[in-house]
């Protein structure tokens, strides 16, 4: 479960789907500023957009997650930055529908589910 008390970054540029998890963290610590002891979920998209890449940092260790959608793709974050920080509710939009909070949705059944809280109760 997502915890209210995590920092969530999204990274603007796209990566090669290859990438795994230790070029991923080497690339957080060299482009990112975290504490060690913090929590922290990076959100990467795939060249294609196809996938989605969430690496977790914590305490303990790292972990990586990958996505894909059964209908559409991850949409590009809309911002100029290289990266920006978006809170729950927008990571949880962007795993089930593919988009953030200022696009529209792309998949109509994600969206009922999302507006009747179906998804990702926290």
């Known amino acids: 479960m997502i915890s209210f008390k995590k920092r969530i970054i999204v990274v603007r540029e ?3 789907g ?4 230790h070029s991923l963290y080497g690339l957080v610590k060299s482009k990112i500023a975290f504490t ?8 990467f998209f795939t060249k294609n957009h ?5 690496l977790h940092i914590d305490a303990a260790g790292v972990d990586l997650t990958t996505r ?3 209908k559409g ?7 100029t930055d290289d990266y920006r920080e ?3 509710e927008a990571l949880q939009r962007l795993l089930f529908d593919g988009t953030l909070p200022d696009t529209p949705w792309q998949n109509p059944l994600a969206q009922v589910m999302f507006m009747r809280n179906e998804i990702l109760t926290t």
């Open 14 to 16: 796209p990566i090669s």
């Open 18 to 21: 290859l990438l795994g998890i």
């Open 36 to 43: 060690q002891g913090e929590s922290l979920y990076v959100v």
């Open 50 to 54: 196809r996938r989605l890449k969430v």
């Open 68 to 70: 894909f959608l059964f």
């Open 73 to 79: 793709i991850f949409m590009s974050d809309t911002s």
């Open 86 to 88: 978006i809170n729950v």
